[in-house]
């Protein structure tokens, strides 16, 4: 039996995988966050492989590496953008914590997100507490993605 991989989607959108490189037609797919509660499902290592070689999943964040142990470390050290993964992977609960801290780590942070469908989650969380969001931190938010403030918190 092949050695398992837990994988998480912490956007709260779906994301979709058709594995057939084995010569079988393998598909899973995370229905996305809810509730600030990721989705995870165990994959076999080979398809964890195949999606490190052949996608940009890992790279982009658009999947997460759960769990901390010595294939999972394997799997890490393999990501070609680490940096990248690591900038672009945060949980609803990350992204609450950081929005509602210091402005100028806030303002760090997001400079680091690269990945458009993690700038609109964290739009999304930023929406979801936009009453408890000082007026700077806001127009920043707005600032970050290039829309004016009473377009993206009306």
């Not at 790279?59 to 940096?83: A, F, Q, W, Y």
Request: aromatic share 8%; charged share 35%; glycine share 6%.
């Amino acid at each position: 039996m092949s050695e398992k991989v837990k994988l998480a989607r912490y956007r709260n959108t779906s994301y979709f995988v058709r594995y057939d490189a084995d010569g079988s037609n393998r598909q899973y797919t995370w229905n996305g966050s809810k509730n600030g509660k990721a989705e995870i499902k165990e994959v076999p290592r080979e398809v964890v492989d195949w999606l490190q070689m052949s996608t940009i999943c890992f790279d982009r964040g658009e999947l997460v590496i759960v769990e901390d142990n010595e294939t999972s470390k394997e799997v890490k050290d393999g990501i070609v953008e680490l940096d990248t993964y690591q900038n672009n992977t945060h949980s609803q609960e990350e992204i609450e914590k950081l929005l509602t801290g210091n402005i100028n780590k806030m303002k760090a942070e997001l400079k680091k997100i690269t990945v458009d469908s993690e700038k609109q989650f964290v739009i999304e969380v930023a929406t979801s507490l936009k009453d408890e969001l000082t007026k700077g931190k806001l127009d920043f938010i707005s600032e970050w993605m290039g829309v004016d403030s009473s377009i993206l918190f009306d």
